[in-house]
């Protein structure tokens, strides 16, 4: 039963133009999300997270937005670089299991130069 | 400031075998888990140690068993090894802060069964 949900194996965008990542989660008990980068290679680095009392947090050239009522997140990096291509999952916790992350199958984006 | 670190890096064991998975997590941080990634997969979450217990488990048989040490360190057993044990397996430290911890990952262990 896969509880976090990742619908796009793949997205190609050119440099300078926005990525937008969607991630779908069906157990509503989830409070905290996370997005994740990763290189072949390498294990997955963090990027950015949001608590469910919020529906957007910012870093730098990454933005995530949490919509609740839909149980939808999104990642947006703007503007994207070359440097971004990689895997990004996300994942997701609830109060009562806060230690599991649940994550996704993750989507493998490609900055074009 | 050293991150999570894993060894081996690599791993080719035959069905039936057992293997020990090392991980040593970020300086400070004081809580670990290991997960399974399988080709294609997100991460799956099989337990997590803090103060040299388990704290939580995924998902995962009795034959995937864990330890911490008193310096936080961990190790990750898996007995009586099948074909379907093949995956990345990584390891994440954090600092226990009731919940809504954000995890790190080391590079993780590549394991191969044949």
């Known amino acids: 039963d896969q509880q976090v949900k990742q619908n796009s194996p793949s997205l190609s965008v050119q440099e300078g133009r926005i990525s937008i990542l969607n991630c779908d989660y069906t157990n509503s008990m989830f409070d905290y999300f996370l997005w994740y980068k990763k290189y072949p290679a390498e294990g997955p680095t963090f990027l950015i997270s949001?608590?469910?009392?919020?529906d957007k947090n910012e870093d730098g050239r990454f933005t995530v937005f949490l919509n609740k009522s839909a149980k939808h997140l999104s990642l947006h990096i703007v503007p994207s670089q070359p440097g971004d291509s990689a895997v990004y999952f996300c994942a997701a916790s609830d109060r009562d299991t806060g230690n599991q992350f649940y994550f996704g199958t993750g989507t493998s984006l490609t900055v074009i130069p | 400031d050293a991150g999570v670190t894993q060894s081996p890096t690599h791993l080719i064991k035959t069905r039936g075998q057992q293997v020990t998975l090392r991980c040593s997590p970020k300086s400070g941080h004081d809580t670990v888990s290991w997960y399974q990634q399988a080709l294609g997969q997100g991460p799956q979450f099989i337990f997590q140690?803090?103060?040299?217990?388990?704290?939580q488990r995924g998902n995962f048989p009795d034959r995937f068993s864990g330890h911490q040490f008193p310096n936080y360190s961990s190790e990750l057993n898996v007995n009586a090894l099948l074909l379907g044990d093949s995956a990345l397996y990584l390891c994440?430290?954090?600092?226990?802060?009731?919940?809504?911890?954000?995890?790190?990952f080391g590079p993780g262990t590549r394991l191969l069964v044949l």
């Open positions: 949001i608590s469910s009392i919020k």
């Open positions: 140690y803090y103060e040299e217990e388990e704290r």
């Open positions: 994440a430290s954090s600092l226990l802060q009731g919940y809504q911890e954000t995890q790190y």
